[in-house]
């Protein structure tokens, strides 16, 4: 019989990392695919973006919808855990596998460990400094497999106690997708979202849970501000739904009217590619300011504590709210170009994910045993 795997995915991010594997299991004789499709997917503020899932040619798809604006985050994930298990009783599968760092991630890989079910882990091992960073590690921490998407990461989770043979390093999966010859062109993308201007930057900015809510606004009317008194162009996409997302909504509500902002609440993820890969740079406190723009040599103006120690580049510059200081950095880092990065890989993460799965993952005991780094003398 076909191993059947299935997807759990709940952000426009986790989706366009997920998206290769899935295409590669699609593609299979020896696998089926299932995809659980809950979170901002299915909100209509983000720009309900379970439609690109039906549009990328996926067909067995659930629809779950965990949450409703404003629902914290302990609730969501509870909301999760019970559509999820339910799921599962209906549809049962030999494998689940999850992505990064998300409350829908922490419920896979809890109702998978919780039914015996294999979870396999994509990029976990990485660091970033608030609560998704604790996520991240308790869903490595829940999950069998582990598919990281660099050396570093995999330390990490040796140090995290977990068992060297279920560590495999296929890079970061959105690379295959980046480096591909199938982008849009830019005239197609600035078409299809009407995008008037020729010379721009992306603006992305989330907000930080572990911060104080006076704090969190007034980093965001910082942020928009500097936006404006830069006098450039600006692509800007929605926050994603975490608590404090509020407070950046009514600072972009400086931007209305003015025709140097485009504002979106999600683009489809090849059409974003297309344009981080033409801008001048990408500023604000998103992990694609990190992960992907270097991919391209595309400079990151990166603000504030979100990423504080994530991966360090020299194409991206790490500051805080500061108005002068924004500004002083667009004028001088934001018209550079860099040379590009593989530190997570060089896009042929689809194809290590089939081979592995392919051979010998499946011996891997569903029982885990924490990995001692030392002997301990008291055992």
Known sequence: MKKRILFVTGTRADFGKLKPLINSVKYSNDFEYQIFVTGMHTLSKYGRTLTEIEKSGFENTFIFLNQIENDNMEIVLANTIIGLSRYLHENPVDLIVVHGDRVEALAGASVGALQNILVAHIEGGEVSGTIDEIIRHSVSKLSHIHFVANENAKKRLLQLGEDKSAIFNIGSPDIDIMLSDDLPSLSQVKRHYDIKFDDYSIAL????????????????????????????????????????????????????????????????????????????????????????????????????????????HTSIADIPFENNLILKTIAEHGNKRFPICHHYGYGKSAEHFLNTLSNNVWNISNQKQFIELYQNPYV
């Open 205 to 312: 900015l989330h907000p930080v849970t572990t911060e104080n809510q006076e704090i969190a606004f007034n980093n965001a009317k910082i942020f928009a501000q500097a936006l404006l008194e830069s006098g450039r162009n600006y692509v800007v996409i929605y926050p994603n739904n975490d608590s404090g997302s509020n407070h950046i909504f009514r600072a972009y509500e400086l931007f209305q009217k003015n025709s140097k902002f485009k504002i979106f609440p999600s683009l489809r993820f090849e059409y974003f590619l297309t344009l981080l890969k033409n801008s001048r740079f990408i500023i604000g406190n998103s992990s694609c300011g990190i992960h992907e723009a270097p991919v391209y040599g595309i400079p990151t103006i990166n603000l504030g504590t979100r990423q504080n120690r994530r991966f360090k």
